[in-house]
């Protein structure tokens, strides 16, 4: 993906992705590479729900939003 980028000659670009996405691979490329980037990712995930423990309380779910399997 970060190759991909390189070829087009895109610079300071910020990446949207789905949980598709995401793999400890690609988000350490994203960050040795200063990439900005929003990531979707699993909430049944134990780390996932660990980092956002501190702040769980202001999280919630929007109104109108479709759950996707």
Same mark, same amino acid.
Do not use: P, W
């Given at each position: 993906?970060?190759?991909?980028?390189? !070829?087009?000659?895109? %610079?300071?670009?910020?990446?949207?992705?789905?949980?598709?996405?995401? /793999?400890? /691979?690609?988000?350490?490329?994203?960050?040795?590479?200063?990439?900005?980037?929003?990531? /979707?990712? #699993?909430? %049944?995930?134990?780390? !996932?729900?660990?980092?956002?423990?501190?702040?769980?309380?202001? !999280?919630?779910? %929007?109104?109108?939003?479709? #759950?996707h399997?």
């Amino acid at each position: 993906m970060l190759e991909d980028l390189n !070829i087009l000659r895109y %610079s300071k670009v910020k990446l949207v992705m789905d949980r598709g996405f995401f /793999s400890e /691979s690609n988000i350490n490329d994203l960050y040795k590479n200063h990439v900005k980037f929003l990531i /979707s990712v #699993k909430m %049944s995930l134990a780390f !996932i729900r660990k980092g956002l423990e501190c702040c769980g309380k202001g !999280i919630r779910k %929007s109104q109108g939003t479709t #759950k996707h399997a």
